[in-house]
């Protein structure tokens, strides 16, 4: 899923194409991927997009006559800039906002279609789509201890609570906590203040580092590679391969469509984390250490 990083870089590649143009029409491909009934997508056309913003993972269109478009890009949404008036792509295609200046494409690479737009005329509607997360990048020490330990959760499921901070997903939640060198099964309240602070600096260089690495990438083009998998990451999707900073293997925890990834020698004292299907599956043949496992 796109998260803070890649929504930036999307938006500032859309700033640059899009505002001030005037939006001529929102084609629609999937009846599905419209998640409101008013106003109609036909009110949009004519109007001039005048700013974009980032709602948590979520992409906000500004439009005159205080018209908005929300979109969600969920696990497998991506933007692509066209030329005017492109096709949209018949299998993986949702929408096509078509602008003087070209056609950004919507698509998702997935069976499970859960992009949505929302088409919004009440400023005070875009409340609805605000989940409360605080904003880290500019959050304060305080701010963020207060809300990090404001409930008992494991340090991985609190990063990616959207009611607690906004924009972390699963990638760069497991680079924060190898940044931090933390374990992503750490309690929230049995933190020291050490930790705490550790894991605010380690959050807020992180995102500002990918940030910076995805600028870069993208230069004045559109950002085409936006992914979760990246060869540069020291963990996310690096499982049994070599860790970057002591030569342990990265192991991971799969639960549900999730996955953690964590070296267990630089984030948890050696330690491996209980996998619930392998670790009951094998019973006392789990590996409790790095050291047993690589035995």
């Not at 029409?25 to 949009?44: E, G, M």
């Not at 705490?196 to 992180?206: K, N, P, S």
């Not at 020291?234 to 925890?253: A, D, F, L």
């Amino acid at each position: 899923m796109p998260e803070l990083p890649d929504v930036t870089v999307y938006i500032e590649a859309l700033e640059s194409r899009v505002v001030g143009e005037v939006l001529e029409q929102l084609r629609l491909a999937s009846p599905f991927v419209l998640r409101t009934t008013q106003p109609r997508p036909s009110a949009l056309a004519g109007k001039r997009v005048t700013g974009l913003r980032r709602l948590g993972k979520r992409i906000v269109f500004d439009l005159e006559d205080n018209l908005y478009v929300v979109v969600h890009l969920m696990i497998a949404g991506r933007f692509r800039w066209k030329d005017p008036g492109a096709k949209i792509p018949g299998r993986v295609g949702l929408a096509g906002f078509d602008f003087t200046s070209g056609t950004l494409i919507l698509t998702e690479a997935s069976t499970k279609k859960r992009a949505s737009i929302h088409i919004l005329d009440d400023e005070a509607r875009l409340a609805d789509h605000d989940r409360g997360g605080l904003e880290v990048m500019s959050a304060s020490l305080d701010a963020f201890r207060e809300r990090l330990t404001s409930r008992n959760h494991t340090l991985k499921r609190a990063l990616t609570d959207a009611r607690l901070f906004s924009g972390i997903g699963n990638a760069y939640s497991d680079e924060i906590l190898f940044a931090a060198k933390l374990s992503p099964m750490k309690l929230t309240q049995r933190m020291t203040d050490d930790e705490v602070e550790r894991l605010y600096e380690a959050t807020q260089g992180t995102l500002q580092q990918w940030v910076e690495i995805l600028r870069a990438e993208a230069k004045d083009r559109f950002p085409e590679k936006v992914t979760a998998f990246r060869p540069e990451m020291n963990v996310h999707g690096r499982y049994k391969e070599p860790c970057r900073v002591c030569g342990s293997k990265v192991m991971r925890i799969a639960y549900a469509e999730n996955e953690v990834n964590y070296c267990p020698r630089c984030q948890n004292e050696g330690r491996l984390l209980a996998d619930r299907s392998l670790s009951r599956l094998l019973r006392k043949d789990w590996p409790k250490t790095v050291d047993e496992l690589e035995g």
